[in-house]
């Protein structure tokens, strides 16, 4: 078998690492730190953006909660609402029949209104802290959006980073940088709202 000519690898490496360095060293190191600053911003923003999301869902079970309250007061309001004309009915029958009515019709009457007064007073509070939780979770869901807009952005960032990296193209770079800095502007921006 005949042997296979001696190339020097190693001068053959070393020429190779000092060509990289010469053309690219600078510039992966730069498209390494910008990637990995992008990374970092895109976890956080994307844990932003789950957390609120969640507590978008739970302020927005709780105000379903208190909506199903606010209901059974307005339930119990129109109860006292039948027991009252009921009543009234019963008072009217004794008139019309020219006795005075009973004292406990009255007294009846009394409780109802005053039952009805109570139950309209808890469901209209219900139905306000049902609102404020509404627009608590509508707002964390606004927020939500915007977080999840920049860690887009950032991942298509670190996306054409790698492309950058690969390529060894500035101008790549100088995209997948913009791009980062739209998205940090973004999930800046969004702790402002």
């Given at each position: 078998m005949p042997e296979a000519p001696e190339v020097d690898t190693d001068k053959l490496?070393?020429?190779?690492?000092?060509?990289?360095?010469?053309?690219?060293g600078t510039l992966l190191r730069t498209i390494a730190l910008t990637t990995a600053v992008f990374a970092a911003l895109a976890s956080v923003a994307s844990l932003k953006a789950g957390g609120s999301a969640n507590?978008?869902?739970?302020?927005?079970?709780?105000?379903?909660?208190?909506q199903a309250e606010a209901s059974d007061k307005w339930s119990y309001y129109q109860a006292k609402n039948l027991k009252a004309t009921v009543t009234e009915l019963s008072r009217s029958t004794w008139v019309a029949l020219d006795k005075p009515p009973p004292a406990e019709?009255?007294?009846?009457?009394a409780k109802y209104a005053d039952d009805q007064r109570k139950a309209s007073d808890e469901a209209k509070a219900l139905e306000h802290e049902r609102d404020v939780k509404s627009e608590e979770a509508?707002?964390?869901?606004?927020?939500?959006?915007?977080?999840?807009?920049s860690v887009?952005?950032?991942?298509?960032?670190?996306?054409?980073?790698?492309?950058?990296?690969?390529?060894?193209?500035?101008?790549?770079?100088?995209?997948?940088?913009?791009?980062?800095?739209?998205?940090?502007?973004?999930?800046?921006?969004?702790?402002t709202l």
């Open positions: 490496r070393e020429a190779i690492d000092e060509e990289i360095e010469k053309e690219g507590e978008a869902l739970a302020l927005k079970t709780e105000a379903t909660r208190l019709i009255d007294a009846a009457l509508e707002h964390l869901m606004h927020s939500h959006h915007f977080f999840a807009q887009a952005l950032l991942q298509v960032a670190i996306a054409l980073g790698a492309v950058a990296a690969l390529t060894r193209k500035r101008l790549v770079w100088v995209g997948s940088a913009l791009l980062g800095l739209a998205g940090c502007g973004l999930f800046a921006w969004t702790f």
